[in-house]
């Protein structure tokens, strides 16, 4: 397990698109139904609704908060994680409690934006609470995307790949 200082990642999250198989219903299978999480109707400056913050790890709390950016699609606004906690091992969560199901496909938008340590956003999977989860990572100062297993809040990677990540964009 790596424990670096994460100081000052921010990123943001553009638009979450959700494909989702609901349940059985009398033994036949319904059809995969898309839905959108984008944040066009959030206040700027406030949590969406429906969303939680959590971190791994230790530090303080992580602030997350709608942004005005206009290379986000629709009405140009964005989810941001900022805060500038310069505490190691930390990973600022924000979690869509809305959503519970076992089947999905999820896409997610999103842009690095600053950070002197990580520059890194990712898709969480599994979610039990902060310290118990899936979740594939990608970040831009390392060139990396990871896939790793946090288990009462150790961090474990079973899987990874050195590609460019571009930072901005």
Known sequence: MSKRPIL???VL???????LRLPVSAGKPRAAEAITLDFDTAAV??????????VTGAGGKAFWSVVEDSTAPNRGKAL?????EKTSYRFPLCVYDELM???????????????MMDQAAGRVARYRDKDNYYIVRAN???DNVRFYKVERCERRQPAGINVKVLSGQ
């Open 101 to 115: 199901t076992t089947e999905v496909a999820v896409s997610v938008w999103f842009k690095p934006i600053g950070g």
């Open 8 to 10: 000052a990642s921010t």
């Open 140 to 142: 831009a100062i390392e």
């Open 13 to 19: 999250l553009m638009a979450i698109l959700v494909a």
């Open 45 to 54: 400056g406030e949590l969406p609704a429906g969303f939680s913050i959590a």
């Open 80 to 84: 941001a994680q900022t805060s500038t």
